[in-house]
């Protein structure tokens, strides 16, 4: 029985027995989810958000322990400098509000990327809302101006600066944003593209992926339960046999 089950009424029979412990999710189409409706881009990043809380509290419910979602990456820069604006201006708007929300769910917050970039007033709030939450047991991490290949970097250069001329992997995976969650179990990509896009390359390794065509705004707990199926129905070999 899930944290939310009593609020949400979740049809339980749709869910499969296994469920992954780590989901990540790529919350791709929010733009063209606008753009068919002739609004502007915009529009579709604000019910983004709505779907992105909808979603991660499914998600909870049905016994994940782990969510991490991709908000904004590195790349999302060579946006026009407004879309970017407006993204930005949701992420603040999104943290004023997320330590009560976390807090009354039980919600470890974590945001992923590197957040230097940001206004300190910025930064501020996300490492607030990491500390006035760390104490709880469900994760939610926030990848914001995340890259994968910066963060490996991120993992070398920290490694090299303790001295050491001889890297392994769990040396690497000691150092990435996700170390304290693990590698995900399932990934989803909404909006039809099948790429990373920059994504957990190293921690994909083994992940199960799932890619739909429903964009971003449109997922629902119909998508969601379908993922789950899929996994659930997958022989995880991890190269044995
Ligand atoms: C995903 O939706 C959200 C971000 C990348 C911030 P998009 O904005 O990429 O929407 P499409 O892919 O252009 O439809
Ligand atoms: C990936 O989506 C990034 C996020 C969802 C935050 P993009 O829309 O940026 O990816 P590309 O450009 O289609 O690869
Ligand atoms: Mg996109």
Redesign the pocket.
Known sequence: MGIFSQKNHLNEHMLPDVIPGHVAII???????A?RRGLP?TA??SK?VKTFEDVVEMCFNAGVKTVTV????TE?WK?PDS?VKY?LNLLNEYLDICIEKCLKKGIRMRIIGDRSVFPPEIAEKMNDSEQKTAHLNYNLNVAVNYGSRAEICTAVNALISEGKNEISETDISSKLYTTPVGDPDLIIRT?G?LRLSNFLMWQAAYSEFYFTDT??PDFGKKDLYKAFSKFAKTHRRFGGL
Do not use: C, Q, T, V
Not at 27 to 33: F, I, K, L, Q, V
Not at 70 to 73: G, L, M, Q, T, V
């Open positions: 919350m791709d189409g929010n733009g063209r989810w753009k881009r579709g990043h983004g991709y908000a904004f990456s999302n946006r879309e993204i909006g593209e964009l971003w």
